[in-house]
């Protein structure tokens, strides 16, 4: 592997886990687009990728410091609610995977995309500021 594809994939790697531990982003919202765009995945081996890469490090290590955090704050994660939560992922990681592997990947990118824009839409609530407008053009 030449060095400079090295540093990229490490630096990727970097943002990714740095924007996890921070905003509890990074898999989908920036690994799988930099692996589509700057090393040429195709949508399925970025996806797989990505969940690949989340097994160790966010899955236990950024929880154990969500946990301390909650703990020391008096407000502990309940570990049922995490076991049941799981129970559902795992299944759902499952479902979903198999799913996945039976679309063509054009329309994973455009279902990604549609994903992404909706939750910007949504966490910037422009959703509310278009609904205002739609009510102001109607009134």
Not at 51 to 66: A, E
Not at 89 to 106: C, N, Q, S, V, Y
């Amino acid at each position: 592997m030449p060095a400079s594809e090295l540093i990229l994939i490490i630096g990727i790697g970097l943002l990714a886990g740095v924007l996890s531990g921070l905003v509890g982003i990074g898999g989908g919202i920036v690994l799988v687009p930099a692996l589509v765009y700057f090393l040429k995945y195709s949508q399925h081996q970025a996806q797989g990728t990505s969940l690949g890469v989340l097994m160790l490090p966010v899955v236990f290590l950024g929880f154990y410091q969500y946990y301390k955090y909650a703990l020391a704050q008096g407000t502990p994660i309940d570990l049922k609610v995490v076991g049941l939560l799981a129970i559902g992922f795992i299944l759902g990681g499952l479902l979903g995977g198999k799913i996945a592997t039976r679309i063509d990947g054009e329309l994973m990118k455009k279902i990604f995309a549609v994903l992404m824009l909706y939750s910007a839409v949504k966490l910037l609530h422009w959703d509310q500021v278009v609904i205002r407008w739609i009510k102001s053009v109607f009134s």
